[in-house]
Structure formats: structure tokens, C-alpha cells
């Protein structure tokens, strides 16, 4: 977390948390999404598509993406933000909290990374129901970015890596991460913190 967010927090201890209002989809990118846009509807996820235009607008200056990844982080719950100075903005999940990135060469090891740019460990490989490869690892649970799905594949082959079948549906709960804060937020039996 960066110094001049740490010290925020310390000055400003009591704003209000932000939900809704950014997203992450499949490919790693950040979204921004404004009353107009939450009004369509919900945040697209693979088993919730959403309407066109529910999505927000692609962010795409990057020291502000920089910024944001900077001070992502979960909570206890399992629902992941934006520490944005002294304010928490929850993060909208199309599929799970982190998206790795692969770099494979024949006869090496596959290197991993996170769409915030952090090296990860890899702990499993799972293959869901769809045929999407996620990742479980030392910085937490993932899927791989499509366009490394071949990557993906050459580490299998190579014996780098064994995939376990597991069905989408279930990933939430078995790794922890909840894809919809703010869904959460406004549903008591969804979130244990309120109330």
C-alpha cells in the first residue's frame, strides 16, 4: 500500500466504503463505473453476462491503473478493493481476484505473474466445467488470461503442472473470494459484517 494512502487512512478513519463502482474483468482490466452504469445493471460475470454497457468505461490512463494496483487488497470476507486513500472501493469480479499472466519457454519452469504485475507461485491448476484454467498460488486464486491458455497447456504437457476438475460454480467458496461486494453489501444473509 502506498505511504500517502496509509497516511489518509490514519487522517480520515471513518469515510464510508464505495461499492459498485469499479470492476475487474476476465483479461485484467479495470473498469469505472458510474451511476448511469450501475443503473443497467450488475457487473458482467460468467454466469451473469449482463446487459451491453453494464461494464462502465475501460480505464486506460496508467498511473491510474498503476495506483489502483498498487492498493489492491482483500478484506477478511473475501471481497477485494481499491484502498483509495482513506476510502475502500470494492471490486466487482467477471470472474476471480486475480488473472495470471504466463511465460513459458520449452524445458523451463512457467513463470506467473498477476495482471498488478506480482510474481506468484503456483500451488494447483484446476480445469472447470468450460474449459478455463485457473490457477491456485501463493498470492491467491486466479484464472489464466486467454491469451495464455496455450502457455498454460505446454506446462501441463510438460508435467509442470496437473489440473483437477472443479465446477465454476463452487470456486467462491472453495478459494474464498466473494465476486460481488456489492451484491454482499446489500444482502445480510451474503454479508457476515452487517447487521
Not at 460475470?45 to 491503473?65: M, N, Q, T, W
Not at 472447470?128 to 501463493?138: A, K
Request: aromatic share 10%; proline share 9%; with cysteine.
Amino acid at each position: 500500500m502506498d505511504d500517502i494512502v496509509r497516511q489518509a487512512l490514519a487522517k480520515w478513519p471513518n469515510v464510508p466504503d464505495c461499492y459498485g463502482w469499479l470492476g475487474l474483468d476476465a483479461r485484467g482490466n479495470w473498469y469505472m463505473r458510474d451511476d448511469r452504469t450501475q443503473a443497467l445493471g450488475p457487473f458482467p460475470s460468467f454466469d451473469r453476462p449482463g446487459p451491453p454497457g453494464a461494464r462502465g468505461s475501460l480505464l486506460k490512463h496508467e498511473k491510474l491503473i498503476e495506483f489502483i494496483q498498487r492498493n489492491y487488497e482483500a478484506d477478511p470476507a473475501g471481497q477485494w478493493f481499491f484502498q483509495n486513500g482513506p476510502q475502500r472501493v470494492y471490486v466487482e469480479l467477471e470472474a476471480t481476484p486475480w488473472i495470471w499472466r504466463l511465460q513459458h519457454r520449452p524445458g523451463e519452469v512457467c513463470v506467473v505473474a498477476s495482471h498488478t504485475g506480482r510474481a506468484a507461485r503456483v500451488r494447483s491448476c484446476l480445469l472447470d466445467e468450460m474449459g478455463r484454467v485457473y490457477l491456485d498460488t501463493d498470492l491467491g486464486f486466479g484464472l489464466v488470461h486467454t491469451q495464455d491458455v496455450a502457455q498454460a497447456a505446454e506446462a501441463v504437457e510438460g508435467e509442470q503442472w496437473s489440473p483437477q476438475d472443479v465446477l465454476a460454480s463452487e470456486l467462491p467458496e472453495r478459494f474464498g473470494f466473494v465476486p460481488s461486494p456489492q451484491a454482499a453489501h446489500r444482502s445480510p444473509a451474503l454479508n457476515p459484517h452487517m447487521g
